[in-house]
């Protein structure tokens, strides 16, 4: 009979294709994705996590120096206060190297203005601390000596008197004008001795360095072993009025 054989052909038909078909699907597990892949894509991720927190760090900490900016810091002489480029150097600071200084001790002040940089100084209490700044005629007292160098303390800038005292020093080079290499500095300078002097430089973070290498610049009072204040003969010698000893001395010329 034809419809039998017509049925059992199109039955072999049907699993033929069937079977043709699981043949040709792919199995399952080909279809996931390559390792590498997901390794390239997790790589990626860290990075963009990591170079997030890197900025949320510097975020923090820019925020953190603008609280501190704003608070009452105490600094003392040549610490360093901030980049020049960031800073308007203000009372109390010098720039040097491309970076502000604190010029004296005291607290740090950052001043926002409309325009331009915001202005850094330094200030002891509530009004701004007067500083000697290079070129200022000083009067200072010395303190010891040595060799090398007079140690001083400023104490008047101009007729300005300092709350503060600054240190100085009066290096042999610096006494006079003509034959530095022949000054001995015992004979210039004692302890005790007031001096006029001149800010030549700021010296290091310790102290000025001054410079008594002019006429007007130099002792203008001093005291003898006997305690008497002592008077001046000539431009390198003053005299006990007691005892009539003399003492060598750098000597100012007063008018």
Known sequence: PVGTMDVVSALEDDLDALLGG????????HTEPPPTTVATTNGNNTTNASHTAALASVKEEEEEEAKEGNEAVI???????????????????????????????????LTQQAEGLPVISVTRGKAPTFVPQIGNVVTAKVVRVNPRFASAHILCVGNQVLREHFKGIIRTQDVRATEAAKVEIYKSFRPGDIVRAEVISLGDSHSYYLSTAKNELGVIFATSVSGATMVPISWDTMQCPKTMMTENRKVAKTA
Do not use: I
């Open 22 to 29: 699981m043949t040709d699907t792919p199995a399952p597990m």
């Open 75 to 109: 600094v003392v002489p040549g610490q360093k206060l901030g980049h020049a480029a960031d800073y308007t150097a203000g009372e109390g600071t010098y720039v040097r190297k491309q970076y502000v200084f604190a010029s004296a001790a005291g607290l740090r002040v």
